[in-house]
C-alpha cells in the first residue's frame, strides 16, 4: 500500500465476514485508499509449443515479465528469451529484471519442458495456468522467501472441492515428472508435496487478480466483444477487500501504461464512505443479476452473500431478476477477483424506470455507477479529486471512458423534464 494511502483503511474483524478492510476517516469518491503491487505473476494463456514470432499480426502478445503489449515496431522490437523460443519480453532490461525474478533459467527450463511434454495436450485452459501458478509459486520460494510466506499467510478455503483436489492430484504427477529439481537454495529441494499443492491453489483461486486484456470498440461506441484474462496476479493487501454486490470501491490496472508499476492495482472509492464502514469490491461485474451472483461466489469462493441487494433480489420473481442485469454467464474464467472476466457484459437498457417502481432501492447505483457503454458492464469511479473539490470526472474500470458527471446529471435532469 502507498504510505499516502496507508493510513486510510484499516484491518478489522467483522463478525460474520471476517478480516476486513474499513475506512480510518471519511473518504471522498475518488480517493485512492490502496495501490498494491504483486508478490507473484503468471500468464493467464495456455502453454503452447507455437513460440511468440509465429503468431498472427492479430494476435495480441504479451511481455513475460511485465505483461504488457509487446511491440509491432521494427525500430523497438520484442526481446526473445535468449535460451528459449517461448517466451518474449517488451525491452532488454524487462529481460534483464525477469532473469532474476519472474523468468529465472529455472522457470525458463521447466517451462520449456512443460511445452513439450504431451501430458497437457488436451486439458482444459484452467490446467495449463495452474501449473503456471505453481511453477511461479515454487519460483518465489528460492527468489524471495519472505513473499511465499505472505502467500501461504493468505487465506484459503478450509474444505478443499473435489476439483481443487483432482487439479493437485494431476499436476503434481505432471510437475514432479517434468520440472527440474529446484535450486539447492529452494525450501522445496523435492519440489512442492501433493499438501502444498492443495493449499495453494486453494489459495490462488480466492486471492489471485485477473489483468485483463485491452478493450476493443467499433469506433469509440460498443465494446467490441468479450474481454479475458492476459495475467493474474496475488495482491496481498487488496486481497483483504471483501465482496458486496453493490460496492462502494473499484479497482484499476493500468496494464499498458508507460510508467513504472505498470502492474500495480489501484483501488478507488466510488462516493463518499463515512468513518468505520467496510470498503468492499465486486467480485465479478455488478450487472450480474441474483442467481447467477450467488452461483459464482459459492462456487469460486464458498459462500453465500446476504448483502442489502441480495436481501431485496432474493425476493424478486425470475422476470424481475432480469431487469437491468445481465443475466447470462458463460463460465468464463472466474480464478480471482478479476471483474469482468471472460463474461459478455450487458447493458443496462431495460428495467430501470421498472425498478424505481418495484422494490428495488439500487436503481441509483446503476444509473450513475455503471458505465453506459453497450456492452461494458464497468463501474464508474471520480478521478481522484483535488485538495480543494472532489473531481466530476468519472472513469470506468473497464473500457476506460470518461465521463462528465455534471453533464451526465443534467441530461437525466432534461429526460426526466422530457417525460
Known amino acids: ?36 503491487s504483486p508478490i507473484l ?52 532490461s524487462c529481460l534483464s529484471a525477469a532473469v532474476t525474478t519472474s523468468h529465472t533459467p529455472w522457470v525458463c527450463q521447466a517451462l520449456s519442458r512443460l511445452v513439450a511434454c504431451p501430458l497437457l495436450d488436451g486439458q482444459p485452459l484452467d490446467r495449463h495456468v495452474q501449473a503456471r501458478f505453481l511453477i511461479a509459486a515454487c519460483n518465489l520460494a528460492t527468489v524471495s522467501p519472505s513473499n511465499f510466506q505472505l502467500l501461504l499467510s493468505l487465506q484459503g478455503r478450509e474444505t478443499h472441492t473435489d476439483d481443487t483436489v483432482s487439479a493437485a492430484e494431476f499436476l503434481h504427477s505432471l510437475l514432479a515428472s517434468v520440472c527440474p529439481p529446484p535450486s539447492p537454495a529452494s525450501p522445496f529441494p523435492q519440489g512442492f508435496s501433493f499438501e502444498m499443492i492443495v493449499a495453494l491453489l486453494s489459495k490462488d483461486k480466492l486471492n489471485a487478480f485477473g489483468l485483463m486484456e485491452p478493450v476493443s470498440s467499433r469506433d469509440g461506441g460498443e465494446v467490441d466483444g468479450k474481454r479475458s484474462v492476459r495475467a493474474y496476479g496475488i495482491y496481498p493487501r487488496a486481497s483483504f477487500f471483501n465482496h458486496d454486490c453493490l460496492p462502494n470501491a473499484c479497482r484499476f490496472d493500468y496494464v499498458d501504461s508507460a510508467s513504472d508499476g505498470n502492474t500495480d492495482i489501484i483501488v478507488r472509492i466510488i462516493h463518499d464512505v463515512p468513518q468505520g464502514r467496510e470498503i468492499c469490491l465486486s467480485y465479478f461485474p455488478v ?9 459464482r461466489l459459492m462456487e469460486d469462493y464458498g459462500f453465500a452473500c446476504d448483502c442489502d441487494r441480495c436481501k431485496v433480489e432474493a425476493n424478486w420473481s425470475d422476470d424481475e431478476n432480469e431487469h437491468g442485469d445481465n443475466g447470462e454467464d458463460n463460465g468464463g474464467d472466474s480464478e480471482g477477483m478479476d471483474e469482468d472476466a471472460e463474461e459478455q457484459m450487458g447493458g443496462l437498457e431495460a428495467g430501470i424506470e421498472e425498478e424505481k417502481e418495484t422494490d428495488f ?19 464508474m469511479a471520480p478521478l481522484p479529486p ?23 446529471a443534467e441530461a437525466d435532469g432534461e429526460d426526466a423534464m422530457d417525460e
Open 1 to 36: 500500500m502507498a504510505d499516502k494511502a496507508a493510513s486510510l483503511l484499516n484491518v478489522a474483524e467483522i463478525e460474520g465476514r471476517g478480516r476486513a478492510l474499513v475506512a480510518a476517516q471519511p473518504l471522498r469518491g475518488g480517493q485512492i485508499v490502496l495501490r498494491d
Open 386 to 408: 483535488s485538495d480543494s473539490a472532489p473531481s466530476v470526472i468519472m472513469e470506468c474500470n473497464v473500457c476506460g471512458q470518461l465521463r462528465n458527471e455534471d453533464e451526465e
Open 41 to 92: 505473476l503468471y500468464s493467464a494463456l495456455p502453454i503452447t509449443k507455437k513460440p511468440p514470432s509465429s503468431y498472427s499480426s492479430s494476435t495480441t502478445c504479451y511481455c513475460a515479465n511485465c505483461f504488457k503489449i509487446l511491440p509491432q515496431s521494427s525500430s523497438s522490437p520484442a526481446v526473445s528469451c535468449p535460451t528459449c523460443a517461448h517466451h518474449a519480453f517488451c525491452s532488454p
Open 287 to 295: 450487472n450480474l443479476n441474483y442467481a447467477n451472483r450467488q452461483r
Open 361 to 379: 432501492p439500487h436503481a441509483y447505483f446503476f444509473l450513475r455507477y455503471m458505465c453506459n457503454r453497450e456492452n461494458c458492464g464497468g463501474t
